[in-house]
């Protein structure tokens, strides 16, 4: 692979090339590989996770906003959101699938896509924009081992 260019204060850039520090694989997934990964884009599960398949389409280099992707970089992710979108569902059979990216978050400033298989029945008070507070809340966080068996799951379904 060429050679992409990452920027040291990133977290996303440190986890993408197994550089981020405090865990044992140098990333922030538990699992050693990306549940899927293409030339400019990669597939992980979130950390931390409080439901099953929250999933995350990182881009490899470090851009901050979809404006800067090129063309190709555009159409690979058409691709990429289309594979995850599928698996999810044909997995988990969830209600709906949110799409979100703000990438605000500190050390985080890197185009990542949160996609978030909603579960049927779940709390209407925790849906929309308040799902990021609901996956903080460590009450309703999976435990890293669940993550990584679940994810390692997926990976053979992509
Ligand atoms: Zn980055």
Redesign the pocket.
Known sequence: MDKVH??ET?????S?VGRFPGTENGRISPTDEPMFQTEHWLVEHSVPASIYGWSVIA?K????SPHELTSEEFAEFGAVLEKTCRVLYQELKCERLYNLFYGEAENF??LHYHIVPIPHNFPKEHRGSKIFAYNKNPENQKSLAEIKKFAEYLQTKF
């Not at 990133?10 to 440190?14: H, I, R, V």
């Not at 280099?61 to 901050?64: A, C, K, L, V």
């Open positions: 990452i920027d990133c977290n996303t850039c440190l993408n881009a280099r470090h851009i901050i400033n890197h």
